[in-house]
């Protein structure tokens, strides 16, 4: 049979408490993220890391209900997939970069595909996301002796079906209030300046997509107080990509904010929890009226239908 399997490429997120050590670990000992060539320094580099950091991240994934939604999330979508579009011959799967299910295992179950489209969930092309992650599964289709026809599905974030999506999720989230009097903030996961400097193309795929959105509300008939690109998540003393978003929030003189989480296509913890909660915080702090977050296209059947669309 000519079995076609899509396999939904992710960074992952505990589905448990006892696997925040190991998606701390796993990420912080790839060499897309910490940047550290030598193997045995940048595993030790991860461990300390990961023990300084594992405490704190497991009171954030508490405050979550014990655990990240991207697990759920993601295997609702792939159902989702399966039910509406899968057959004996198209299958749908997920593969996640630092928890399970990881590259190996998934892979195994597909000796017998004819071929294999690989589907990084990114809108916006980075070594740190999409180049990652496909990696992890050329390497795991090379251990295993994959023959299946390999195929890739590159970024997304000028495609207009996508953006259709983010559009009306935002249009949604603010139906029956003055958009005009609130300020949309669009939120990118941050990355050290160094790594843009190296080539990466993330900042400028980002800010491409935040003028895409702008204009596509624009059209929409959806105005705002105005439009900004911010980031989150930095960590350590380098150099990140900014502004950051507890700069720019206390600045909003409307005191009113809508986020939305432009890096992802799947919540996750830096959305459910830095997003809604953690900043949630510095907006009451500055006496805000109004600060919600958009969600992510996640398990949308839209986004299924866009998923389709693609392959």
């Keep these: 049979m000519d079995k076609k399997v899509v396999l ?19 990420m912080f000992n790839d060499p897309y993220i910490l940047g550290i060539k030598n193997k045995t320094l940048r595993s030790f580099v991860a461990w300390m890391i990961t023990k300084m950091r594992v405490k704190s991240a497991t009171k954030n994934y508490v405050a979550l209900g014990g655990k990240s939604p991207i697990g759920d999330l993601t295997r609702s979508l792939v159902e989702k997939l399966n039910k509406t579009y899968g057959n004996e011959n198209l299958i749908f ?44 599964a050329n390497a795991a289709i090379k251990k295993l002796g994959l023959k299946a026809a390999i195929k890739t599905v590159e970024y997304f974030y000028e495609n207009q079906s996508y953006n259709d999506i983010i559009v009306e999720n935002i249009k949604n989230k603010v139906s029956g209030l003055d958009s005009s009097k609130i300020d949309l903030v669009f939120s990118s996961h941050s990355l050290p300046k160094k790594i843009i400097e190296k080539g990466d193309l993330y900042e400028k795929h980002t800010n491409a997509h935040v003028e895409i959105l702008a204009n596509s509300l624009k059209n929409a008939g959806v105005k705002f107080n105005s439009i900004s690109l911010a980031y989150q998540s930095r960590l350590g003393p380098v150099e990140w990509l900014g502004p950051n978003l507890s700069e720019v929030l206390p600045k909003l003189d409307s005191k009113r904010a809508l986020i939305y989480p432009i890096s992802f296509c799947i919540d996750n913890s830096e959305t459910d929890f830095e997003l809604d909660i953690e900043y949630r915080h510095v907006a009451n702090e500055n006496k805000f009226e109004y600060y919600e977050v958009v969600k992510a296209p996640n398990d949308s059947d839209k986004f299924a239908k866009f998923i389709i669309s693609l392959i």
């Design 8 to 26: 939904l490429l992710n960074m992952g997120g505990a589905d448990n408490l006892s696997q925040v050590e190991v998606f701390l670990k796993n």
């Design 93 to 136: 799967d997920y593969v996640m970069n630092y928890t399970p299910p990881f590259a190996n295992e998934v892979f195994s179950k597909y000796r017998d595909a004819k071929e294999i489209v690989l589907f990084p969930l990114y809108p916006h092309h980075s070594s740190t996301t999409i180049v990652s992650s496909l990696d992890s």
